[in-house]
C-alpha cells in the first residue's frame, strides 16, 4: 500500500469518527467512486468489573455506522496520464466546450467548470493545464489565438469559482491537436474545448 | 554529413567568362513579356583538351540532378519556352536559327579532380548562343556531385537574368512545417520541391516558419518548452535563440523586411493582440489593444506598414495598421472568415486565405483598387499563400488530395504544382531574397 493510499484510509477513518448519530438522518448520497466503506461492527464496550450482571447495551444510533457513508473518495492514480483519464472518466474534471469560432462559456460550460473546480479545492495537490483547442474549420493562425482566447475564458472562471490562479497555466494548440481527427459537426464539436490536464507541482 | 555536403556544395566556384557575358537583350520586365524560344540540347560529354586531370561523366550522372532541374527551371521562367529539337544535333547558333528559336544554350559537363579536396568535382560549362553567332551569356560552374542540382538552379537563374535582366528565383527555397517524422517540425525545401532536408528536431510541435529578409534565418513557433515560444534558427538549422516575450501564444512570428524587429502575436490574459520584439529580445512593444483577437501580423515589403487579422468586426478580416499601430484600415470584406494576409513583392496585392462556399480559397486583392479576385485553385481547402520572391508564383497548402500537402502556382492560378508527398506539410514561407 502506497503512501498516498495510507493517508486516504487514515483521511476516511478519522471522518467516520466524528460521525455523529445526527449524520444518520441526514440520508447523505454515497458516490459511486466510495471505496471505504466503515465496518459494519458493534464498537466495543467495556464493561465495568463490578457488574456484570448490568451489561450495557448501546444504543443503536450509537452502534451502527451510517449504512451510507457520507464520505466520498478516491485512491487516485499516481501516474499522470491514469490520473488525468481517471478524473475525467469520473466526471470529477470535465472539460469545458465551445460553440463554433466562441470563446464564451455556455452554461452547460459553466457548470462542468463548476465541477472541476469543485474537485480542484479538494484537491490542491495538483496544479493544472488549461488547453485551447478549436477545429480544423477555421484557419491556424486565427485559431491559435482563439484556443489562447478559450483556455483564458475557462482558467479565469476556474478562478472565480475559488481555484488559486498561481496554480492554474494556459496554453493554445489552436487545431493543431484535434481530439477527433474527422471531418464532421461530431468531430469539431469534440475539437472545440478547453481541456484541463492536472499536473504534478 | 549531409549539412557537411551542403556546405561544400554552396562553396562551387562559379567562374565567369567574363569576355562572352555580355547582356545583348533585355525584356523589359513592365511590357508584357515576349517569350523567347531556346534550345536546349544535352550536354556533350567531352572534356575540353585544355583541362587537366579532366574525365568524362556519365550521362546518368548529371540527367536527373542537372538537366531535368535545368530544363524545369528555364521552362517555368516564363521568359523562355523550349524548343523542340532535333535528336543528336549539337547546340550552336545555326541549330537555333533551322528550328526557329531564338537562342541555343551550348553545355559542356566532365569531372575534374580537385586538388585540394582529392574528390571528383563536375564542371559545366554554359554558353547562350544567339542566331548571329554572338553569345550574350557564358559561364562555368564547379561543384561535387550533390550539388548538382544546385549548379542547375544558378545556370538558370543567371541565363534568366543575363536575358530578362532580373534573376529567376530558381535559388529560392521554400520553409514549411512536415510531419514526416511523426512530429511537426521546420523543413526546408528548392523551390522546385527537390532537396526537401529537416531543420529543427524539438520532437515537439514546430510550426509557422518564416524568413528573415537576408534568407540568412528563420523564426519559427515551438512547444519544445510545454508553452508556445518564438525561435530563431540559421538555415542549415544551427545557431537557435529562444526569443523571451514574457507572453503567451508567441505565434505568427515575421522578421521586419528592414531592421531587426520580429512582429507576433503575444496574449496576456487571453486577449491576442500584436506586438513588436527585437530579435534580441528586447524592446518589446504593443501595436493593437483590442479585446477581440488579433493574429496573423505580416509587413509590408517596405516595413512600413502591417497587416494583421482582427475579430473585431465579429468575424476574421483583414486589417493594415502602420507599422507604430496607428491608422488602422479594414481591407477585407467579402466572406465571413479572412486570413493568412501576405504582401505581393512589389506591396501592391495581398494574397489571403478566403472562405468562400463553406471552403477555403486564395483570394488577391490589389491595394490600389481594392478589387479582388479568388485564384482558381482546385478543389479542398487552400490557405496560407506565400509569395515567390519575384511575385510571380504562390506557394499554398491544400488538402485536395485528403492530406495537407504543398503547391505552387502562378499568380493567376495557373500551373499548379504539388510540391510534397510524405507525410503531411504545410505552412509554406518563400525566401525573400533574390539570390
Known sequence: MNNAVKGFLTGVTAVALVMTPACRSKNTKVKDEAVHVQPDTAPTVTIPPHDTAERVQPSEDFVKPSAEPTVTADVLPNNTEELNRYVQDKGLIKDAFFDYAEATLSSEAQADLTTSANWLKSNSKYNLLVEGHCDERGTEQYNLALGDKRAQQAKDYLVASGVDASRIRTVSYGEERPFDPGHDEGAWKQNRRAHLVLVGK | ?435
Open chain 2, 1 to 435: 554529413m549531409k549539412r557537411a555536403l551542403i556546405a561544400v556544395a554552396l562553396a562551387f566556384i562559379a567562374a565567369s567568362l567574363a569576355a562572352q557575358s555580355q547582356i545583348v537583350t533585355t525584356v523589359d520586365p513592365n511590357q508584357a513579356t515576349k517569350v523567347l524560344k531556346i534550345a536546349i540540347p544535352f550536354p556533350e560529354l567531352t572534356p575540353p583538351a585544355t583541362s587537366t586531370n579532366a574525365a568524362p561523366v556519365a550521362s546518368e550522372v548529371i540527367h536527373a540532378p542537372f538537366y531535368s532541374v535545368l530544363t524545369r527551371d528555364i521552362a517555368a521562367s516564363g521568359v523562355f519556352a523550349i524548343a523542340p529539337i532535333p535528336p543528336n544535333v549539337p547546340a550552336s547558333s545555326n541549330l537555333a536559327k533551322q528550328i526557329g528559336a531564338d537562342f541555343a544554350l551550348k553545355m559542356t559537363v566532365w569531372t575534374e579532380r580537385n586538388a585540394q579536396t582529392n574528390a571528383d568535382d563536375i564542371v559545366v560549362e554554359a554558353r547562350l548562343l544567339d542566331t548571329t553567332g554572338g553569345q550574350p551569356f557564358g559561364k562555368r560552374y564547379r561543384g561535387v556531385v550533390a550539388s548538382l542540382s544546385l549548379m542547375a538552379h544558378s545556370l538558370s537563374t543567371d541565363i534568366v537574368r543575363a536575358i530578362y535582366g532580373k534573376p529567376g528565383i530558381f535559388l529560392s527555397r521554400i520553409a514549411f512545417a512536415s510531419d514526416r517524422t511523426g512530429t511537426w517540425e521546420i523543413w526546408l525545401m528548392d523551390w522546385d520541391g527537390q532537396n526537401q532536408r529537416q531543420i529543427t528536431q524539438h520532437g515537439a510541435l514546430s510550426i509557422l516558419p518564416s524568413w528573415s529578409p537576408d534568407n540568412e534565418r528563420m523564426v519559427y513557433t515551438s512547444f519544445a518548452r510545454g508553452t508556445s515560444d518564438m525561435y530563431i534558427v540559421n538555415r542549415r538549422g544551427g545557431g537557435r535563440i529562444r526569443v523571451a516575450t514574457n507572453l503567451a501564444l508567441n505565434t505568427s512570428a515575421t522578421f521586419s523586411p528592414v531592421g531587426n524587429d520580429i512582429a507576433f502575436v503575444g496574449s496576456v490574459n487571453g486577449n491576442p493582440d500584436i506586438y513588436l520584439i527585437k530579435d534580441d529580445s528586447t524592446n518589446l512593444r504593443r501595436l493593437t489593444s483590442s479585446a477581440t483577437i488579433e493574429s496573423t501580423p505580416e509587413w509590408s515589403p517596405n516595413g512600413r506598414q502591417i497587416s494583421f487579422t482582427s475579430g473585431r468586426s465579429g468575424t476574421p478580416q483583414i486589417y493594415v495598421m502602420d507599422a507604430e499601430g496607428t491608422n488602422v484600415r479594414r481591407i477585407s470584406f467579402e466572406g465571413e472568415w479572412n486570413d493568412d494576409a501576405a504582401w505581393s513583392p512589389d506591396g501592391e496585392q495581398l494574397a489571403y486565405t478566403s472562405r468562400v462556399n463553406g471552403r477555403f480559397q486564395i483570394r488577391i486583392m490589389n491595394l490600389v483598387d481594392g478589387q479582388s479576385r479568388i485564384i482558381a485553385a482546385g478543389e479542398g481547402s487552400n490557405e496560407q499563400p506565400a509569395w515567390s520572391p519575384d511575385g510571380r508564383w504562390i506557394a499554398f497548402q491544400s488538402n485536395r488530395s485528403g492530406k495537407w500537402q504543398l503547391y505552387r502556382m502562378r499568380v493567376d492560378g495557373n500551373d499548379i504544382q504539388q510540391l510534397t508527398s510524405t507525410g503531411e506539410n504545410k505552412e509554406p514561407d518563400w525566401s525573400k531574397k533574390i539570390e
